[in-house]
T-cell receptor, first 116, second 115 residues
Framework: AQTVTQSQPEMSVQEAETVTLSCTYD???????LFWYKQPPSRQMILVIR??????QNATENRFSVNFQKAAKSFSLKISDSQLGDAAMYFC?????????????FGKGTLLTVNP | KAGVTQTPRYLIKTRGQQVTLSCSPI?????VSWYQQTPGQGLQFLFE???????NKGNFPGRFSGRQFSNSRSEMNVSTLELGDSALYLC??????????????FGEGSRLTVL
């Protein structure tokens, strides 16, 4: 079974600084997707960034970027120029590729605090 | 475009009772998934429905069930409630018009407390 591990229960960063959240996963599949979801205190989760395993290029979305190391099964999220609104719980998630498979496996989450 | 709507937002039940939670997906979305979120276990997949059919199922006992209606709205039911069922239940919808790319749109959740 696939597992996703986030080894940092909590992280903090100063406003405008850069922070990296770690995620490792275990799978025997070669084709899959990885995600970072953000859950602010209001609880509605939103997708931050997505990476297809077959793509070597790391995904980037504005201030958010990932470092995807397929061989090491590592998928970290870098937040640049951190803002107060980035404070949230961040979840790393895995999805086996396949048209009818919608079961995401989530890590336990990392609570990010942004200090002014 | 309205987001995913879950009702009720909060509810309190006692052990042994049953509960029904409702989820209205984003208009045009045909896939609805349910997740249980607890501090200890994190986010765990319950099940996923598409066109009124359960396509995927997680590792939960039979007390947890769900269904989807022709308008894509979904309900989940938990019977014979236990203290451990206290959790935030999240619903997520997805278009599912083609190959699943995993982008889910979540509701704000239903917070269930079992006393």
């Amino acid at each position: 079974a696939q597992t996703v591990t986030q080894s940092q229960p909590e992280m903090s960063v100063q406003e405008a600084e850069t922070v990296t959240l770690s995620c490792t996963y275990d799978t025997s599949e070669s084709d899959y997707y990885l995600f970072w979801y953000k859950q602010p205190p209001s609880r509605q989760m939103i997708l931050v960034i997505r990476q297809e395993a077959y793509k070597q290029q790391n995904a980037t979305e504005n201030r958010f970027s990932v470092n995807f190391q397929k061989a090491a099964k590592s998928f970290s999220l870098k937040i640049s120029d951190s803002q107060l609104g980035d404070a949230a719980m961040y979840f790393c998630a895995y999805l086996k590729s396949g048209g009818s498979n919608y079961k995401l496996t989530f890590g336990k989450g990392t609570l990010l605090t942004v200090n002014p | 475009k309205a987001g995913v709507t879950q009702t009720p937002r909060y509810l309190i039940k006692t052990r042994g009772q049953q509960v029904t939670l409702s989820c209205s997906p984003i208009s045009g979305h045909r896939s609805v998934s349910w997740y249980q979120q607890t501090p200890g276990q994190g986010l765990q997949f319950l099940f996923e429905y598409f066109s009124e059919t359960q396509r995927n199922k997680g590792n939960f006992p039979g007390r947890f069930s769900g269904r989807q209606f022709s308008n894509s709205r979904s309900e989940m039911n938990v019977s014979t409630l236990e203290l451990g069922d206290s959790a935030l239940y999240l619903c997520a919808s997805s278009y599912s018009g083609g190959l699943n790319t995993g982008e889910l749109f979540f509701g704000e959740g239903s917070r269930l407390t079992v006393l």
